[in-house]
């Protein structure tokens, strides 16, 4: 493995939806070094299996550790429910037993019970993160007593990625995903954007929510937990480089990847491309 004197915070996505998780790392803290990698040249990734989703998170965070990143997080919900767990324990005892990959589900979980009053909560996910039961298998080990709902909403993330988030079509598929999974539950007052994509349609998402219903976006919360996480495992933090720089990787064209995340960041973007295998 390739040792660098950078330490940065590595933050894995499929395309561009991490950088919504990014945004809130550097605001909350952004003394630390930070780099960026988006798989954009094979997103999606929520149609894809289970094998496919695990093998190519494999190769990023694999890329990501050669590039001198002892902690990365998958700023992706699909990566998270589908190659995460496998990369803990099966992966990292072998090839990187020191570093550490955390995912975006748990801590999303760990703060639910504190915010549906129903106990009623519904998840909007691509289809990926919906078909994986991820957000109802660990919202069941907290807080058993809580019903979960899921609604995969496959057109989401390309209406985000293509910069069309505010065109008409976009409130078609907003409006015809809520009004589905609140037509199966009535009683849900708490709706989980499960895409690091989605903070991206909140306007739209709030004009056809119903009033009442409380939308939690993930990106303040896992920055709140990864600031918890550093407290309390300082053999992990010192290890951290902090000049408060950030670098961005794509695998697809570096260009593009710019302009679409000086929109996401509001603030220029200059990236590189680079080849994961």
């Known amino acids: 493995m390739q040792i660098k004197s950078e330490a940065p915070i590595g933050v894995f996505d499929s395309g561009y939806g991490g950088l919504t998780i990014l945004r ?3 605001n909350l803290l952004p003394q630390y070094d ?3 990698l988006g798989d954009n040249a094979r997103a999606p990734y929520g149609t894809r299996s289970f094998e496919v989703v695990y093998e190519f998170t494999r190769q990023a965070v ?3 550790f050669e590039q001198g ?4 997080i998958l700023a992706c919900n699909t990566a998270s429910a589908k190659a995460l767990r496998t990369i803990q324990q099966h992966d990292l005892p072998r090839f990187a037993p020191e ?4 995912g975006v589900i748990r801590p999303t979980v760990e703060v639910i019970n504190s915010i549906s009053r129903t106990k009623h909560v519904g998840v909007l996910g691509t289809a990926g993160t919906i078909s994986s039961q991820s957000y109802a298998l660990e919202i069941k080990k907290l807080f058993p007593d809580i019903t979960v709902t899921g609604e995969a909403c496959p057109m989401w993330v390309p209406l ?8 008409p079509g976009a409130d078609y598929f907003v409006k015809k995903h809520l009004d589905h999974i609140l037509s199966f539950d009535p009683q849900i007052d708490t709706l989980i ?7 991206l349609l909140t306007d739209k998402i709030r004009r056809y929510l119903p ?5 939690f976006s993930q990106g303040r919360r896992v920055a709140e937990s990864l600031k918890d996480y550093l407290s309390r495992h300082p053999e992990m933090e010192s290890r951290l480089s902090k000049q408060g720089s950030v670098r961005f990787l794509t695998t697809e064209s570096a260009a593009k990847f710019s302009e679409a995340g000086t929109l996401f960041l509001n603030h220029p973007v200059e990236a590189e491309q680079i080849a994961i295998r």
């Open 69 to 72: 990143c002892p902690l990365v």
């Open 193 to 199: 954007l499960g895409c690091t994509h989605y903070p």
């Open 34 to 36: 930070y780099l960026y």
């Open 24 to 26: 809130e790392f550097l």
């Open 211 to 215: 009033e009442g219903i409380t939308l």
């Open 160 to 167: 985000v990625e293509n910069n069309e988030s505010h065109s």
């Open 99 to 102: 570093n550490r990959v955390l």
């Open 62 to 64: 694999q890329t990501l």
